[in-house]
Nanobody, 122 residues
Framework: VQLQASGGGLVQAGGSLRLSCAAS????????MGWFRQASGKEREFVAV????????YYADSVKGRFTISRDTAKNTVYLQMNSLKPEDTAIYYC????????????????WGQGTKVTVSS
């Protein structure tokens, strides 16, 4: 599975962005897909995940109610809709794929996209 993230940019606080993660590979549908982010000087942290079986979604407390993860299996794409952005959301956002059950730990994901930078100005 190869992942290509896009959609990052510069936005003012309170604004919105939608990130996309395009996947290649015919087994994409069986992978749980997650979004992680890494701010400068900090460790990579979990943001959201969507399961392949049933499409269940889980979010970090810091983004719950503001971010929405979704997937379009026909397009092999996962999205992260980010609303009400805050300066503390500034980070490089990565999409990742995991086979065998979702996880909150970045260490357990099998494939990673290259990251897309999100900057939120105050």
């Amino acid at each position: 599975v190869q992942l290509q993230a896009s959609g990052g940019g510069l936005v003012q606080a309170g604004g919105s962005l939608r990130l996309s993660c395009a996947a290649s590979g015919r087994t994409f549908i069986t992978y749980d897909m997650g979004w992680f982010r890494q701010a400068s000087g900090k460790e990579r942290e979990f943001v959201a995940v969507i399961t392949w079986r049933g499409g269940s979604t889980y979010y970090a407390d810091s983004v719950k109610g503001r971010f929405t993860i979704s997937r379009d299996t026909a397009k092999n794409t996962v999205y992260l809709q980010m609303n009400s952005l805050k300066p503390e959301d500034t980070a490089i956002y990565y999409c990742a794929a995991r086979y065998g059950g979702f996880s909150y730990s970045a260490l357990s994901y099998d494939y990673w996209g290259q990251g897309t930078k999100v900057t939120v100005s105050s």
